[in-house]
């Protein structure tokens, strides 16, 4: 038997997958070798996410052992240079135990280089080419390339165009496969034109668009809730849910990404793609397997179902707000416009809200309340799940309130579960309270949860999309907040400022929505 | 003596009510038995680490104390002197005792397997049962142990440590072997493993024997499955249950994974017709907790394991003649 195997592994020459030794042993190790290029590497995301990330994994020993890592940016380096630049963030973003040091960091630097580059000039790209060509002969790496697009989004199609123009859209020794950061397009066009960009060089099995909040462990944590209980499902539904609020608040404001985000907003930056994503999550069907496509498929059938509201009803299915000048732990924080980088006069959101529905038999009738903000009282990310009322009520003294059961599922921080029921107060009187019954990741299972980008970027390598976002799930998210895009954009709100900083938020929000849940 | 369980029942009720114990997640109840105290404050502290992560009842079963000692500590953690008790005692404590509903894992930490009737006796009601076949310098003789006693119970949802721990040093010799290098597999003449004790060395080998279809032939030596001769030879050296170096040898090539000075990496190096740089991995020690974490997880039905545990033993057999 073990010499069939090794018999067709070698006339297959395909490696791991064929090593009879493989057989078994823990499948978080990533066997496949590869090179990852990360495009815009002296970036910020770079330095304070990605590259931790990945010398994380080295550490813990998920990362393959034929590995290279190539940057690929504007900022002039040599690859000596680059490393410096590397260890010098390692140092600053890895916890003190894990700081680069050793025959460990020896090993990981040597295999990084780097390629100083104008995202529009073919021949940086060549240079690439016989970089990757270089790492498969030095590394073992097999012909086995990973394209990370950290760049800001506009000079993806470069790249794109560019990677395919010195013929790097595919390798014929090994796999290749590029991962594109959010956000996908500006709007439904601007999406649908990046689209038709990379789908003219790479299939779709290939594309890894990247939503870090899907690799939070909670979010992953919906999919187990859901569907490895057996008391939840049967009342998921119309007859015994009244509402769904999905909220992603910040106490933060735009910080250093003024610029960013006064062309973006709370719409663009957070609905359109965590919130909605997590909507697919807790309204989706069950999947029939854990299949990357399965559940996708599930996925982009409840998107398909949301209805996407008219221009006319935008104004009473959704409430936008801007922040002003207020007060955040104490302290005194400036308004939105005030912020460096942002239009004394923008329009630009700094709060979305929408109420929508689900048209299919699940969900008819459910209201799904979406929310994002900055500047709130704090940074919450929850989705509250709210049951209908009891239908009869003959118990408990009649002035106390017999509140709903809620199930929340706490996404950041505190992640966990919590839910709220009904419960008599001990004594002689018929007294209703309510009480919570919480689960929490940190103290049910003592573990911090891994960093979402190891997770994720763990996934592109093994290959598994099911933690990305497929275009058509894309494209819907993107119809479904188009009309108020729309809307928001053509329409100056002259009453913006309409929060403070610190407050729940603007008026507006709350005659949206009288219940929302109190940040 | 009898235990005073009921009084152990009264004190956990209390323990919950004084200390205001929430309810909580419980994910099983363990039970662990030993009877050197040194042993036991080692399994103690593991275990104190292992129910951060895994909420769980603990049932300290102290061989070394008299059964006047039973006491709750904190809501879940209780001690029991269990000196003079029998099998039967022993079970009927771990049955009034543990969470309803939740799985019982039994970690034996003492000497003597099948000639125990205590490990015999609660042994049947444990879910998973973790063994360290290294914990004691006697490691050929518990595993030849518990190679006879999972003979006799095939069934046995058993676990053992030492196996558990060469993860990291299986996925070192597998890398070797992926892609082209492949084909060397069924040409390896002789293995080589430094190591501080016997377990580890002989699981390894029997795992390797175990995937490559080799059959122990000798004392030092295996046939493969075309007649081949395949020597190995295990040098102990360095700390018990840490390997220092595997070395797999074909007509070709030579593999090599060893602990570098400072034994911060893993250094893997390839010489010969499969040459290749060097590779680092960094050293995973896993400590006993996550082991323990290993074996309730995914342990109690690992047939790589049997398989190569069955391939140990007869190593064992063939040392023997």
Known sequence: MADEAIATATAAGDGATSNPLREGLSADRITSPCSAVFFGASGDLFKRMLLPAVYSMRLNGTLPADFALVGFARTAYDDDGFRTYCKKQLDLFMPPESKPQGALWDDFARRISYITADFNDTRHFVDLKNRLAQNDRDFGTSGNHLFYLSTPPPVFPEIIKHLKKAGLEQ????????????????????????????????????????????????????????????????????????????????????????????????????????????????????????DADDIRNEKYKVLSAVAVPSHADVWTMSARGQYGPGTIDGRAVKGYRGEDDVAPDSNTETFAAAKVFIENWRWAGVPFYLRSGKRLPRKVSEIAVTFKPIPHRFYGDSTDRIEPNVLVIKIEPDEGISMRFEAKVPGPKEHIRSVYMDFSYGTGFGVQSPPAYERLIGDAIQGDQTLFTRWDAVERAWEIVTPLLEVWQNTKDFAFPNYAAGSQGPEGAKKLFSDWRHL | MSLDIASVQDQLLASYRDRGCDANVSTMTIAVFFENPAIGELARDRIRMLASKHPSRVMVLDGSAPETVHRVDGCDWIELGVRESGPEMLRAAVASLRLADAPVVLLWAAPGLGNDPRFDSLAQDAQTIVYNSSLLDSGRDALRELVSYVGNHPQLPIADIAYLRLAPWQECVAIFFDGKAVAELRDLEHIEIACGSDPEALYMLGWLASRLAWTPSAADAFVNSTGKRVAFSIDRQGEPRRILRIALSSSQSTFVAEVDREQATIHLSVTGSSEHGARYRAIENPGIPALLERAILWGQDDRLFAAALEAAGKILNEGER
């Open chain 1, 171 to 290: 390798d014929p020794e090994g796999w290749t496969r590029i991962v594109v950061e959010k956000p996908f397009g500006t709007d439904l066009e601007s999406a649908r034109t990046l689209q038709r960009a990379i789908e003219a060089v790479f299939p779709e099995n290939e594309i890894y668009r990247i939503d870090h909040y899907l690799g939070k462990e909670p979010v992953q944590d919906i999919i187990a809730l859901r569907f490895a209980n057996t008391i939840f499902e049967p009342i998921w539904n119309r007859n015994y849910i009244q509402n769904v609020q999905i909220t992603s608040a910040e106490s933060l404001g735009v910080e250093e990404r003024g610029g960013y985000y006064d062309h973006a907003g709370a719409l663009r930056d957070m609905i359109q793609n965590h919130v909605i994503n997590l909507l697919a999550l807790v309204a989706m069907e069950a999947p029939i397997s854990a």
